[in-house]
Protein backbone atom coordinates (compact mmCIF):
# COMPACT_ATOMS: atom_id res chain seq x y z
CA UNK A 1 0.00 0.00 0.00
CA UNK A 2 2.92 2.22 0.71
CA UNK A 3 4.42 2.36 -2.53
CA UNK A 4 0.78 2.60 -4.52
CA UNK A 5 0.63 5.93 -2.13
CA UNK A 6 4.14 6.84 -3.00
CA UNK A 7 3.44 6.56 -6.89
CA UNK A 8 0.50 8.54 -6.74
CA UNK A 9 2.41 10.90 -5.02
CA UNK A 10 5.33 11.07 -7.42
CA UNK A 11 2.74 10.86 -10.53
CA UNK A 12 0.78 14.06 -9.04
CA UNK A 13 2.94 16.15 -7.73
CA UNK A 14 6.63 15.34 -9.52
CA UNK A 15 5.50 13.66 -12.69
CA UNK A 16 2.62 15.81 -14.16
CA UNK A 17 3.66 18.83 -13.13
CA UNK A 18 7.44 18.25 -15.19
CA UNK A 19 4.97 16.72 -17.70
CA UNK A 20 3.06 20.02 -18.09
CA UNK A 21 6.35 22.08 -17.92
CA UNK A 22 8.27 20.33 -20.69
CA UNK A 23 5.16 20.60 -23.37
CA UNK A 24 4.83 24.21 -22.45
CA UNK A 25 8.59 25.04 -23.29
CA UNK A 26 7.97 23.02 -26.63
CA UNK A 27 5.79 25.20 -27.93
CA UNK A 28 8.41 27.93 -28.43
CA UNK A 29 10.84 25.61 -30.53
CA UNK A 30 7.90 24.61 -32.50
CA UNK A 31 7.02 28.09 -33.65
CA UNK A 32 10.18 28.01 -35.58
CA UNK A 33 10.35 24.93 -36.38
CA UNK A 34 6.58 25.34 -37.71
CA UNK A 35 7.47 28.95 -39.54
CA UNK A 36 10.71 27.02 -41.32
CA UNK A 37 8.72 24.48 -42.79
CA UNK A 38 6.69 27.48 -44.32
CA UNK A 39 9.94 29.57 -45.61
CA UNK A 40 11.10 30.07 -48.36
CA UNK A 41 14.40 31.19 -47.55
CA UNK A 42 16.88 31.36 -44.13
CA UNK A 43 15.64 28.05 -43.17
CA UNK A 44 18.69 26.99 -41.36
CA UNK A 45 18.49 30.00 -39.18
CA UNK A 46 14.54 29.48 -38.19
CA UNK A 47 15.68 25.86 -37.57
CA UNK A 48 18.88 26.94 -35.21
CA UNK A 49 16.34 28.88 -33.23
CA UNK A 50 14.11 25.89 -32.88
CA UNK A 51 17.15 23.71 -31.94
CA UNK A 52 19.16 26.53 -29.51
CA UNK A 53 16.01 28.64 -28.35
CA UNK A 54 16.48 32.33 -27.91
CA UNK A 55 15.47 34.77 -25.34
CA UNK A 56 16.09 32.73 -22.01
CA UNK A 57 13.60 29.84 -24.23
CA UNK A 58 14.67 26.27 -24.64
CA UNK A 59 15.01 25.08 -27.78
CA UNK A 60 14.34 21.21 -28.51
CA UNK A 61 17.88 20.22 -27.50
CA UNK A 62 17.45 21.54 -24.11
CA UNK A 63 13.96 20.29 -23.94
CA UNK A 64 15.44 17.23 -24.91
CA UNK A 65 18.14 16.62 -22.74
CA UNK A 66 15.78 18.62 -19.51
CA UNK A 67 13.06 17.00 -19.68
CA UNK A 68 14.35 13.25 -21.13
CA UNK A 69 11.78 11.26 -19.37
CA UNK A 70 8.40 13.07 -20.72
CA UNK A 71 6.98 12.41 -23.92
CA UNK A 72 7.47 16.71 -24.86
CA UNK A 73 11.06 15.59 -24.43
CA UNK A 74 10.83 12.33 -26.71
CA UNK A 75 9.18 14.63 -28.85
CA UNK A 76 11.59 17.74 -28.83
CA UNK A 77 14.17 14.28 -29.81
CA UNK A 78 12.13 14.15 -33.32
CA UNK A 79 12.32 17.81 -33.77
CA UNK A 80 15.94 18.31 -33.10
CA UNK A 81 16.23 14.82 -35.60
CA UNK A 82 14.40 16.29 -38.51
CA UNK A 83 15.70 19.91 -38.28
CA UNK A 84 19.33 18.79 -38.32
CA UNK A 85 17.70 16.61 -41.31
CA UNK A 86 16.98 19.99 -43.28
CA UNK A 87 20.27 21.10 -41.86
CA UNK A 88 21.79 18.45 -43.86
CA UNK A 89 23.60 17.72 -40.50
CA UNK A 90 23.00 13.65 -41.34
CA UNK A 91 24.79 12.38 -38.13
CA UNK A 92 23.06 14.64 -35.62
CA UNK A 93 20.05 13.99 -37.46
CA UNK A 94 20.67 10.05 -36.89
CA UNK A 95 21.53 10.73 -32.79
CA UNK A 96 18.68 12.52 -32.39
CA UNK A 97 15.91 10.92 -34.62
CA UNK A 98 17.31 7.00 -32.97
CA UNK A 99 16.69 8.51 -29.37
CA UNK A 100 12.94 9.19 -30.38
CA UNK A 101 10.36 6.29 -30.09
CA UNK A 102 6.45 6.73 -30.86
CA UNK A 103 3.73 4.00 -31.08
CA UNK A 104 2.18 6.41 -33.68
CA UNK A 105 0.25 5.58 -36.80
CA UNK A 106 2.39 7.97 -38.55
CA UNK A 107 4.83 9.64 -36.72
CA UNK A 108 7.07 6.23 -35.72
CA UNK A 109 7.37 4.79 -39.23
CA UNK A 110 8.11 8.24 -40.37
CA UNK A 111 11.04 9.17 -37.39
CA UNK A 112 12.16 5.56 -38.52
CA UNK A 113 12.05 6.45 -42.24
CA UNK A 114 14.14 9.66 -41.78
CA UNK A 115 16.87 7.95 -40.44
CA UNK A 116 17.21 6.02 -43.10
CA UNK A 117 16.72 9.32 -45.60
CA UNK A 118 19.91 10.17 -43.53
CA UNK A 119 21.78 6.78 -43.77
CA UNK A 120 20.75 7.29 -47.41
CA UNK A 121 22.55 10.77 -47.77
CA UNK A 122 25.80 9.94 -45.99
CA UNK A 123 25.92 7.15 -48.48
CA UNK A 124 25.12 3.95 -46.36
CA UNK A 125 22.76 2.19 -48.01
CA UNK A 126 22.85 -0.94 -46.02
CA UNK A 127 22.11 0.66 -42.72
CA UNK A 128 19.61 3.20 -45.15
CA UNK A 129 17.62 -0.34 -46.23
CA UNK A 130 17.60 -1.43 -42.84
CA UNK A 131 15.75 1.31 -41.54
CA UNK A 132 13.50 1.72 -44.46
CA UNK A 133 12.22 -2.08 -43.83
CA UNK A 134 11.80 -1.24 -39.65
CA UNK A 135 9.65 1.45 -41.18
CA UNK A 136 7.75 -0.20 -43.40
CA UNK A 137 6.71 -2.68 -40.91
CA UNK A 138 6.53 -0.39 -37.96
CA UNK A 139 2.19 0.39 -38.57
CA UNK A 140 0.37 -1.12 -41.14
CA UNK A 141 -0.81 1.67 -43.17
CA UNK A 142 -1.39 2.85 -46.42
CA UNK A 143 0.82 5.78 -46.88
CA UNK A 144 3.92 5.30 -44.90
CA UNK A 145 3.75 1.35 -45.36
CA UNK A 146 4.09 1.51 -49.50
CA UNK A 147 6.23 4.42 -49.48
CA UNK A 148 8.94 2.77 -47.39
CA UNK A 149 8.59 -0.43 -48.78
CA UNK A 150 9.33 1.20 -51.74
CA UNK A 151 12.73 3.10 -50.76
CA UNK A 152 13.85 0.10 -49.00
CA UNK A 153 13.66 -1.95 -52.32
CA UNK A 154 14.85 1.09 -54.98
CA UNK A 155 17.86 0.82 -51.95
CA UNK A 156 17.86 -2.90 -52.83
CA UNK A 157 18.65 -2.41 -55.96
CA UNK A 158 21.40 -0.33 -55.39
CA UNK A 159 22.78 -3.08 -53.35
CA UNK A 160 21.98 -5.27 -55.80
CA UNK A 161 20.02 -7.48 -54.01
CA UNK A 162 17.71 -8.24 -56.83
CA UNK A 163 15.54 -10.90 -54.69
CA UNK A 164 14.94 -8.89 -51.70
CA UNK A 165 14.14 -5.47 -54.31
CA UNK A 166 11.72 -7.73 -56.20
CA UNK A 167 10.12 -9.27 -53.05
CA UNK A 168 9.94 -5.87 -51.66
CA UNK A 169 7.95 -4.21 -54.71
CA UNK A 170 5.75 -7.50 -55.04
CA UNK A 171 4.29 -6.45 -51.37
CA UNK A 172 3.26 -3.27 -52.78
CA UNK A 173 1.38 -4.41 -55.97
CA UNK A 174 0.04 -7.17 -53.38
CA UNK A 175 -1.10 -5.14 -50.52
CA UNK A 176 -1.24 -1.41 -51.62
CA UNK A 177 -2.41 -1.75 -55.36
CA UNK A 178 -4.14 2.13 -55.43
CA UNK A 179 -1.42 3.73 -53.49
CA UNK A 180 0.72 6.23 -55.13
CA UNK A 181 3.82 3.85 -55.24
CA UNK A 182 1.62 1.14 -55.87
CA UNK A 183 0.91 2.38 -59.36
CA UNK A 184 3.97 2.34 -61.43
CA UNK A 185 5.19 -0.77 -59.20
CA UNK A 186 5.11 -3.58 -61.93
CA UNK A 187 7.95 -2.02 -63.73
CA UNK A 188 9.92 -1.88 -60.73
CA UNK A 189 9.10 -5.42 -60.04
CA UNK A 190 10.27 -6.18 -63.76
CA UNK A 191 13.38 -4.84 -63.36
CA UNK A 192 14.47 -6.62 -60.65
CA UNK A 193 13.31 -9.71 -62.09
CA UNK A 194 15.71 -9.09 -65.39
CA UNK A 195 18.88 -7.41 -62.82
CA UNK A 196 19.07 -10.67 -62.07
Not at 6 to 30: C, D, H, Q, V
Not at 91 to 97: G, N, P, Q, R, V
Not at 121 to 140: S, T
Not at 141 to 146: K, L, Q, R
Amino acid sequence: MLSFLSYLGYTKYISEPNELEASNELSFPRKYYDQASTAGSGIDSLLVLGLEGADGNYGFLDISKSYSGTNAGNLANYYAGVSYLEMKQYDKAIEYLEKFNSDDEMLGPISLGAVGDAFADVNQPEEALEYYVKAANRKNNGFTTPLFLYKAGLTAMELKQFDKAESLFTKIKENYPTSDQGRDVEKFINAAKYAK
